[in-house]
């Protein structure tokens, strides 16, 4: 049983490893994508495409994540549960993608753009690719081979953005974002299906399926709630007011989210598999969350929270002035993704324990006061919005918590505990950074001043004074060097 844990435990700080590496790079490259085509395309451009993206987000939602979660949390699974998954889940992604294609003429006549139309239906590609990588992804998962996702981003991230920036400069305009993320989709689908092991056989059971299709429809329901109301503002915003509004938003967002993005992939991918290990022993699931979240909290409180104090300054040396009225929604967003990648650990917790309908049910009593802050913020502008997402985040994340307290022994006022010296530190140091920035020099050298003196001072007092966390960050080092 030991050697049997032992070996978990070096398959997750493996998988770990690998995961947060391909994020790393994925977020590493499509910053510097991002940032070259933000400097060449106009925000009305971004705007549209961002519409096309709300309704393909949401279409994901149901096909990507619930199906091939199931292939993840069930015991004892068997290659017919894949192609059983597989071609029920292709046949369902294929037919939202084609009630999309019906739809585009409307979305587009809704808000007078004739632009909208085409680039959903080329870009609702991405649909049914969504799906076919999550099975893949799932296959994978099982088995903790992080490694493999590595190189299918790599290729993916590199050549589409390399697409991307050429259409630019070519003078394409939104169809430029367009072919960076469908032929991101396209690469990363395809280098998946020659190193996953997976290819789809011609055997299917339906009575396989059904057990799947319960766990994985609620699981379903549950991210299409989640997603549908995560859409929501943007949508509001895109109706409301203007799809340059929206540009703005979304470009807020971007930034933080290239960051809790990547670094929320990597949690949810490994401590998914692992917890589902442990469903039935709550000792062990509450030492794995607990160990998860101060790890995440550790990396993510002085990033988030350093990143909301320079914005400013990084978003006009990098996006030029054109981007400025971004950076309050960055500062927002910032905030909100503290809180929102906390409360992500307790629903992978409640995912492996089994609790499906637990998650389908909090979220039905969550989305009702999502649109009460919804409703009163979308009187006083975009801003609010993204003000009231925040406060709703706080909300959620209480909710999110509670049934951790039973199925895993883990209380929310016991993880407050837990991070509580993370807060502390990164609150001295979000002081020092924002006391540099008061000073009268150029600002690209205030900016390398406040990120160089943040960053050693907080490893710096992490090391002084033997923070549990960073320890725990060192010994996954220590076990990866060790293991080559």
Request: aromatic share 12%.
């Given at each position: 049983m030991e050697n049997n844990s032992q070996q978990i435990k070096n398959k997750a700080i493996n998988g770990?490893?690998?995961k947060l590496s391909e994020r790393v790079l994925a977020q590493l490259v499509s910053f510097?994508?991002?940032?070259?085509?933000?400097?060449?395309?106009?925000?009305?451009?971004?705007?549209?495409?961002?519409?096309?993206?709300?309704?393909?987000?949401?279409a994901n939602a149901l096909v990507s994540d619930g199906l091939g979660a199931s292939l993840i949390q069930k015991n004892d699974v068997e290659k017919i549960d894949f192609n059983s998954v597989f071609y029920a889940g292709l046949?369902?992604?294929?037919?939202?993608?084609?009630l999309l294609c019906l739809a585009s003429p409307v979305i587009a006549a809704v808000k007078k753009n004739g632009?909208?139309?085409?680039?959903?239906?080329?870009?609702?590609?991405?649909?049914?690719?969504?799906f076919v990588n999550s099975v893949q992804q799932a296959y994978i998962a099982r088995r903790m081979e992080f490694k493999k996702f590595f190189f299918s981003t790599l290729f993916g991230t590199v050549i589409s953005g390399v697409i991307g920036i050429t259409m630019a400069y070519g003078g394409w305009g939104a169809w430029a974002l367009v072919a960076q993320y469908l032929s991101n989709s396209i690469i990363d689908t395809l280098v998946l299906f020659v190193t996953s092991g997976y290819v789809p056989g011609l055997s299917f059971s339906l009575t396989r399926l059904k057990p799947l299709w319960a766990y994985g429809s609620m699981i379903m329901t549950t991210n299409f709630i989640g997603s549908f109301f995560d859409q929501l503002k943007g949508l509001i915003i895109a109706?409301?007011?203007?799809?340059?509004?929206?540009?703005?938003?979304?470009?807020?967002?971007?930034?933080?989210?290239?960051?809790?993005?990547n670094?929320?992939?990597?949690?949810?991918?490994?401590?998914?598999?692992?917890l589902s290990r442990y469903q039935d022993e709550k000792a062990m699931l509450r030492k794995v969350a607990s160990r998860f979240l101060k790890i995440a909290m550790y990396v993510l409180f002085p990033v988030m929270i350093g990143l909301a104090i320079v914005g400013d300054r990084l978003v006009c040396l990098l996006l030029t002035e054109k981007w400025a009225q971004c950076i309050p929604y960055l500062r927002l967003v910032c905030l909100g993704e503290l809180v929102t990648i906390w409360g992500l650990c307790n629903v992978q917790?409640?995912?492996a324990a089994n609790g499906a309908s637990i998650l389908l049910k909090y979220e039905l009593i969550k989305k009702p006061l999502y649109l009460a802050f919804l409703f009163v913020a979308m009187m006083f502008g975009p801003l609010a919005i993204a003000l009231g997402n925040v406060l709703y985040c706080v909300v959620a994340?209480?909710?999110?918590?509670?049934p951790t307290a039973e199925m895993a022994e883990y209380p929310l006022y016991e993880q407050m505990r837990d991070v509580l010296p993370t807060i502390m530190l990164t609150g001295c140091m979000g002081l020092i950074v924002y006391s540099i920035g008061k000073l009268k020099l150029g600002d690209l050298t205030v900016l390398i001043l406040q990120i160089v003196s943040g960053a050693v001072f907080y490893v710096g007092v992490s090391v002084l004074m033997k923070n549990e966390s960073f320890g725990y960050l060192l010994d996954i080092v220590k076990e990866k060097l060790e293991s080559r």
């Open positions: 770990f490893f690998w510097i994508v991002s940032v070259v085509l933000a400097r060449i395309l106009m925000p009305e451009e971004y705007g549209v495409v961002a519409i096309v993206l709300i309704f393909i987000t949401l046949l369902l992604s294929l037919g939202l993608y084609g632009l909208i139309a085409p680039i959903l239906i080329v870009l609702g590609i991405r649909i049914p690719l969504a109706v409301k007011y203007t799809s340059t509004d929206l540009a703005f938003f979304n470009r807020g967002e971007r930034i933080p989210l290239l960051i809790t993005g670094l929320s992939a990597a949690i949810a991918a490994v401590l998914f598999p692992m917790v409640i995912k994340l209480f909710i999110n918590a509670h």
